[in-house]
C-alpha cells in the first residue's frame, strides 16, 4: 500500500519484512532493516494511478525464512541458482545499466530460470524530472546501487503452491506482416518483413505503425511484448531485446486501455496477489494516473519480471 516516509520508518522499526518503492530520495533516508528497494515516483494504488515524490508503496511479507542480495551484471546468473526450490524471489533492477542488458538478454539461459520463481521489476525515475538515477537498494546495509541488481529470497512453507502471472492486453496482429530478426539486441536497423530484409524504422514510417503498439513475439505460444522506445537515425531502439528464431507481429490495436485491463483483470478476480507491478508505458499509453485498475496495485516500473524481462505487462504474484 501507499505509505508515508513516517509509517514505513515504523514498520521497517518493527522489523518487518518489506519491498519497498519509492524515489531514490527517500529510499535512502529509510532507516536500515529487513527490506529491499527500488526507485519510482509511479504507481498504482487502491484509488487509481498516482504520480507521488512523497509516498512509498510498501509490500510486507509475513514470511521467516529468506536471503537478500546484490548481483552485478557478472554475477546476476547466480540468481536462479540461489532461489528457494519452494518459495520466490523478487528481483529489481536498475533501468539501462550494464546488468539490466544483461539479464534482459540471457536470463532464459540461466541454470534453473523456468524452475524458480523469480518476479520483480526495473527501477526508473519520473520522466519529467531532472536529476534523478534508477536504483536498487539493500535497506539492511543502507546501501544503493546503479549497477546491480537486488534480489529477496523468500521461503514459502512447502505446502503452499506460488504461482507466477502476467496480465498482457496485447495479442498478434494476425492480419501484420511476420518480422524476424538477423540481429540481437535493444537496438535494430534491419529485420525481415514475410522474409524480405528491410529497414525497420522505413517500414514502421512508411506503414503509418503506431509506436504505442509493441512487437509481439510468439514465445512458445506464449505473447511477449517488445516495446519500442525510440526510432534515431535509422534504428529502432526497444525497452527489450528482440531475439533471432522468435517470429513476431505487431500487436493488435487497443481502443479503451482502461476498459480492457480491467477485463482482463477480472479473469484473475479469485487470485490474491501479495506482490504485483505495472508497466510505465500502460500507465501513460493508457493514460492511468486517478483511474483504477481492480484488484491489483504496486509500483509502476520500467520493465516486469516474469522469470524473463517483459514489457506493457502486469505480472503478480500469488500463494495458495
Not at 102 to 119: G, H, K, P, S, W
Not at 125 to 134: F, H, I
Not at 214 to 236: F, H, Q
Not at 240 to 251: E, H, L
Request: aromatic share 12%.
Amino acid at each position: 500500500m501507499l505509505m508515508t516516509f513516517e509509517s514505513t520508518s515504523k514498520l521497517i522499526e518493527d522489523g518487518k519484512l518489506l519491498h519497498i518503492a519509492g524515489t531514490e530520495s527517500l529510499l535512502k533516508k529509510l532507516p536500515r532493516g529487513k527490506w529491499i528497494g527500488g526507485s519510482t515516483e509511479y504507481f498504482m494504488a487502491k484509488d487509481g494511478g498516482k504520480v507521488s515524490g512523497d509516498l512509498l508503496f510498501v509490500t510486507e511479507f509475513p514470511y521467516k525464512n529468506y536471503f537478500i542480495k546484490a548481483y552485478s551484471a557478472d554475477e546476476v546468473s547466480q540468481v536462479t541458482i540461489d532461489a528457494f526450490a519452494s518459495g520466490f524471489t523478487i528481483l529489481i533492477i536498475p533501468f539501462d545499466s550494464a546488468v539490466h542488458r544483461e539479464y534482459a538478454q540471457n536470463a532464459a539461459t540461466y541454470e534453473n530460470m523456468f524452475l524458480r520463481n523469480v518476479v520483480g521489476w526495473i527501477s526508473g525515475l519520473n520522466l519529467g524530472k531532472q536529476g534523478q538515477t534508477p536504483i536498487s537498494m539493500v535497506g539492511s546495509k543502507a546501501e544503493s546501487y546503479t549497477d546491480k541488481a537486488v534480489a529477496l529470497h523468500i521461503l514459502t512453507p512447502e505446502e503452499k503452491t506460488v504461482s507466477v502471472n502476467i496480465i498482457n492486453i496485447f495479442e498478434q496482429d494476425i492480419d501484420s506482416p511476420l518480422i524476424e530478426f538477423t540481429e540481437e539486441g535493444f537496438a535494430i536497423k534491419k529485420c525481415r518483413i514475410d522474409g524480405k530484409e528491410v529497414s525497420l524504422a522505413d517500414y514502421i514510417a512508411d506503414n503509418a505503425i503506431d509506436t504505442k503498439l509493441p512487437l509481439v513475439g510468439d514465445y512458445s505460444g506464449n505473447d511477449v511484448n517488445i516495446s519500442i522506445k525510440s526510432i534515431e537515425d535509422g534504428t529502432v531502439n526497444f525497452y527489450a531485446p528482440v531475439f533471432k528464431r522468435i517470429k513476431y507481429r505487431m500487436a493488435k490495436a487497443v481502443s479503451d486501455y482502461e476498459d480492457l485491463f480491467n477485463s482482463r483483470i477480472s479473469e484473475h478476480e479469485n487470485s490474491e496477489a501479495i506482490f504485483s507491478c505495472n508497466c510505465i508505458l500502460n500507465f501513460l499509453y493508457g493514460d492511468l494516473e486517478h483511474k483504477k485498475l481492480n484488484a491489483f496495485s504496486g509500483p509502476i516500473t520500467f520493465g516486469e519480471i516474469a522469470y524473463q524481462l517483459v514489457n506493457q505487462t502486469l505480472v503478480y504474484v500469488s500463494i495458495v
